[in-house]
């Protein structure tokens, strides 16, 4: 058995710091009054909608997992086409994100009124509960991810136990426990969408445009729906996602560790492997520290706060990066300088895309401003100059992504272009290293995330309650504060699916390689002789499959890789578009038949509204779930591995820019408007008013639906491929 | 000197027929009469107008030209880096494209007020003088494309004989006359969509939506800009894409095919370089005979004209698809049966892309009507599912693609994967050839597409004109039946210009080669042994610049790919909206300054809209044009070989995805208010026909600028990465 080091220990230990900090801070949130018994009556209302919609997609969620898990039973016992824990890491992959999620809602769902309650004392005391709730997500998260990690590479390698190979096996099926978090994700981010646009943009269809009543009024039957939508879209679609993300760039990091130090002397294999668990566990104590970081006084201008929240996140990220060099140094990691250059690579990736998504989509800048003044002429002049504005806005965003992947690359394997095998393996955990860079202090930037929807509800709430003008103005900063840290939340989600699918990618060439190896299906390799296909290199590996870009299999995957994620934003953009003219149709009604909705004597039936845009949701999502699972397993039988690499290269390069166009587009129409609302061009109520209001609702489904769907579908693509390895590998 | 068989002079008096009866289209189209004397002068106005914009655009194209040209001569004369002919072939191709343009446009300029005063007598009459003017264009492009390629074809052979490897340098050589084809059709279709889209949303922001006055009415000063447009983008532009694609696909399938057969015995080689010559020229005669029998009678309904346009495309590609098995067994090329099949597959393939194209853009189908009914809740709801099924209608055309590629690939070389040196190239000519198969009867179905805006102007003439309900009637069923051909023709462009890309990213390869072979650097093969370039097979070629997916060269090509095509959308999007706000100003201006302008007694300064129009659009084209041209010259410098493949690979399915995107989404916003316009939803001037005005003037840039921009791009990228070869290999 390989000797595991103690510092292993340290990955428990934080997960459990982890969960007990929030834990702790969950109680004292709770312990905070929760305000007027109407504040109560309506977060009452919004807690109910949320976790009747919650329970009801657990349900279709778990239908679908007992039959994804029989499947990977039948395959791994029946026809020995896949590893046997394969079935019970998919389970608890999938049942910790579940997990996150519940605890991660019901958090931001009890913390919004007492953050509106909050908010009358002081915008200190608002801020206060609003983040450190929404660090409590964060904190289950990192928790639950370090906690499956830790736990299942302590079983396996107490099962399996030998050469090194053993480390590969270990690492290679963890991975798939990342199957299960993936498909949990899937069905959070994309039901979660539905849900929330069609809410909203049904909500605002009637309300603002038609009966010209403002955001959140009580007298809107769709308004506790919307607000039950930032919760599920926003907080648990957001942190699903992200788990994903976390627990895919450590694992395949460690995987691609394994291998590429497969042949070193001593235990630097697994060095190797546990080191980006130990960067996310360092990560989770920084996280911690920039958590207790963040405070302001009262009478702070939005820019205080966000120097507030950005302080908390900056000195995290700093002190992980230089933690990075002394984790690495100690562990004596080959090349240790360059490797640590490539973490920081993935880092300053991060924040330069969070940079560049705040230009893009905030007010302050030309891009969105221009988005305004486009209204001048018009609602379809605000539409082309914001798809314009947002297909530009993607050059930044790659051309970082590429840079950080070449450079977290040649730093980890010394500059090293031969393209050897070596010095591919090495350049690949360069890059995967890199993914968990990003995502190191996801604990405090999952925070900055779930504060978000806690505030946009603590503003409605403040709305629906009457509370008084102080009270919402504090509110409102605390909002538009959230909008920006949103926007940038959603830059840094998108880049580091794009480094984590890129991760699981080269992944995927082990999967392949041990799934031959288990069935006894031998490989030549460049020089033509026969070879067990787990001693195949990556070049013996493009070989022997072909993976080069004049193969047609490789190019028709690309092909159709490009077209998945236009479909899949297409089919979401639909499923929004039908579940909210339901909403509207509902809304009109009860405008029609309840009498004195308007005058504000009569009740609307809120209940109504949320069942609908629940039972949309769950229908709608089922059609894009499907597709994005089933495409990478027929592309795998009908055209082989080849295609299937190709496959996830065209759909990474064309979903990870669709993905920011979609974001970026969505965000910067959002604030337009809200420009447009302070004052600019005419202010709220002028033709211009209207023609940003357009856009706005183009944007809704852009920003929170199809955009951050394109980030499951181009990870979990790579992760159905690594778990159907097996499958492709006996069809071919 | 390699034997030039006899039945090569068939291509060049195919050329000389499709010239001849073009010039024969004009004569007759110029006999008829032109109308009343107000016809003549709208007639006037607008062709002085378009042949003003094509000077002016020729001009500017004329300074790229020469910096190109004197460029590539330094390249070829002071580095040897490139063949001494280029610089000449370069020239020659921009010319005739450009002259291509200059005809088509001048006959469609004066065919417009004739086709609106053969309406008045019948609709055959009307529909003959619009088609056979169309006809013209479709002629010239491929009679001009013949020719050029006859002429070079003979004097370089003329030139380079011995042995096999000279038909190679010959037919590489003469695909660099191609990147003059491309840059005039960069410059065409982009400064032609953006002048079309800013005049057309220019006029119709003011005109329709503000002073509520109908479309083409002479009393907004926009409508002759927005006539010209028309010419400029739809006739010249088009015209300069499709001799761009007509020629790549010719010569790069000559390419491939020198390569594929260089080691066989006997004029196989030969035979094999002028088959794709010979199967356009035989199309060329099977158009004519098409053109020949559209003819309709009095009182033809849409179903029929649309049948009678169908009759003569669809017996012509029939009878070509037979010929093609006759051609190919008479050359007695290699597989002569599966090659056969190869072609079969582009043309099948340019059929369903056509299809899926009607079927999602016309309104005589559910989506369209969908997005029709989406207005019942606002403008947000019609983009909102416009945009959904856009994206949804690119899953047809890239399965297609995909399949075509696949069959055309396996057909040719035999139904053989092993990815030998030799299946691959055989594979490659087969995929070029179903390029030339589906742009071999390009004389028609280019004359439907100029068909379209000739009867559109025909429409407006009349309506300036005043010209009576029954004729309008009559020019209204013909500007129809245009947008379904225009709508099937973008469907078609986008098709034939993804299978010639890919013709000509495997012709780069070959580039490459002969550059590494003209400046002696050694290559490996896949043994390790090193060779001269020029013998290395594509296996060595992909092994030695290691072109497969774990590159991170490669990957990050890809992704720079993909953003290319949407900061391209994006930049050509942004110039379209500043154009037309640029019009919509002046249109006003003149409303306000000009005296009895909408009475009706006050003449508007159309000049002036012309001008904008015109300024705008070669200022704007600029950067867009620039970035198309420089991006693959820096990636070939900073990653090389194995980048510049994965751009081309990562642009072309992106790009491919999104333009199918953009121009189906276009049209069926264009097509939804049509239905709207027929009465449905309300009819015109109802709350529905303002939200479906909406998505119509967001489609215009969508379906007439940046969609078709994209084919292109997708062609330009691999042009440029071929030409600047030299310099890729001299850099490396």
């Known amino acids: 058995m390989e000797q595991i080091p103690m510092v292993f220990w340290l990955i428990p230990i934080a997960s459990v710091c982890a969960l007990f900090m929030a834990w702790f801070f969950f109680r004292s949130m709770m312990k905070a009054d929760e305000g007027t018994p109407r504040m109560i009556e309506i977060a009452g209302y919004i807690r109910h909608g949320a976790m009747a919609y919650l329970k009801q997609q657990y349900k279709v969620v778990l239908i679908v997992f007992v039959i994804l898990a029989i ?92 050469d090194s190979s053993s480390l590969i096996i270990v690492t290679t099926t963890m991975l798939t426990f990342g199957m299960g978090a993936s498909t949990q994700a899937l069905f959070a981010r994309v039901g979660g969408g539905i849900y929330t646009k069609a809410a909203d943009v ?11 009543i403002p955001e959140d009024d009580p007298r809107n039957p769709a308004t506790i729906a919307d607000n039950v939508g930032d919760n599920v879209g926003d907080v648990a679609g957001m942190g699903a996602d992200l788990y994903e993300s976390y627990c895919g760039s450590i694992l395949s990091t460690a995987a691609l560790g394994a291998t590429a130090f497969a042949a070193s002397a001593g235990d630097m294999q697994m060095r190797a492997v546990i080191a980006p668990m130990l960067i996310a566990a360092v990560g989770v104590f920084l996280s911690l520290l920039g958590i207790f970081m963040v405070r302001t006084k009262e009478g702070a201008t939005m820019k205080d706060l966000l120097r507030a929240l950005g302080l908390g996140t900056n000195t995290a990220a700093v002190l992980i990066a230089l933690a990075t060099f002394a984790i690495l140094y100690l562990l004596q990691i080959e090349n240790w300088l360059g490797v640590s250059f490539s973490v920081i690579s993935g880092l300053l990736a991060g924040v330069i895309i969070g940079q560049s998504t705040e230009y893009y989509t905030s007010q302050t800048y030309k891009p ?20 314009g504005t947002g297909m530009i806005s993607t050059c930044i965003p790659v051309l970082t992504i590429s840079v950080a992947i070449m450079l977290s690359y040649l730093c980890a394997n010394g500059f090293d272009m031969s393209m050897s095998a ?68 959603k830059g840094f989600a998108i880049g580091s699916a794009a480094l984590t699918a890129l991760a699981l990618l080269a992944s995927y060439i082990e999967e392949i390689k041990i799934a031959m190896h288990r069935v006894g299906t031998m490989m030549t390799n460049v020089a033509g002789d026969a070879i067990d296909a787990s001693n195949a290199t990556i070049p013996d590996f493009m070989n022997y ?19 998945a994620a236009f479909l899949f934003c297409g089919l979401t953009m639909g499923a929004v578009g039908r579940a909210a003219a339901k909403m509207v149709e509902e809304v009109r009604r009860q405008f029609r038949e309840i009498k004195g909705i308007l005058e504000g004597t009569g009740t609307p039936d809120y209940g109504r509204c949320v069942e609908i845009s629940t039972l949309s949701a769950q229908q709608e999502m089922i059609i894009p779930s499907i597709l ?71 944007g809704d489904p852009f920003k929170d639906t199809s955009g951050p769907s394109l980030n499951i579908l181009i990870k979990l693509m790579s992760m159905v491929s690594i778990v159907m390895a097996g499958l492709t590998v006996a069809m071919s």
Chains 1, 2 share one sequence.
């Open 71 to 162: 499947i990977f039973a039948i395959m791994a016992y029946g026809f020995n086409a896949q590893n046997p824990w394969v079935p019970f890491a998919f389970l608890t992959g999938g049942f910790f994100s579940g997990l996150a999620g519940f605890f991660g809602m019901k958090t931001a769902t009890y913390a919004s009124a007492r953050t509106a309650n909050a908010a009358r004392h002081s915008l200190d005391h608002g801020l206060k509960i609003a983040f450190r709730s929404g660090a409590v997500m964060g904190l289950v998260v990192v928790g639950l991810g370090l906690l499956d990690i830790a736990v299942w590479f302590l079983v396996l390698n107490h099962f399996y136990n030998g």
């Open 628 to 698: 994005a699972i089933i495409i990478p397993i027929i592309v795998g039988v009908v055209l082989g591995v080849a295609g299937v690499l190709g496959l996830l290269v065209g759909g990474l390069a064309a979903g990870f820019t669709l993905a920011v166009f979609m974001a970026n587009a969505g965000g910067s129409w959002d604030n337009a408007k809200k420009y447009v609302e302070e004052g600019n061009f005419g202010g709220k109520g002028s033709a211009c008013h209207k023609a940003t209001i357009v856009g706005d609702t183009v």
């Open 368 to 387: 969105t401003k221009s988005i305004s003044e486009a209204s001048k002429t018009g609602a379809a002049t605000v539409i082309i100059k914001g798809i």
């Open 545 to 563: 499959f072909q993976v080069n870009l004049m193969n047609p299999k490789v190019l028709v995957g690309a092909f159709v890789g490009a077209m």
């Open 422 to 489: 070596q010095s591919i393996q090495t350049g690949l955990y360069g890059i995967g290293i890199a993914a968990v860079g990003m995502l190191s202090t996801l604990g405090i930037t999952l925070a900055t995330d779930a504060y978000g929807p806690i505030a946009d509800n603590a503003g409605g709430n403040a709305e629906m309650s009457n509370l008084g003008e102080e009270v919402r103005e504090r509110t409102d900063s605390l909002d538009a504060l959230g909008n920006t840290t949103a926007a940038t939340g």
């Open 202 to 212: 049904g909500a605002d269809l009637v309300g603002k445009v038609e009966a010209d």
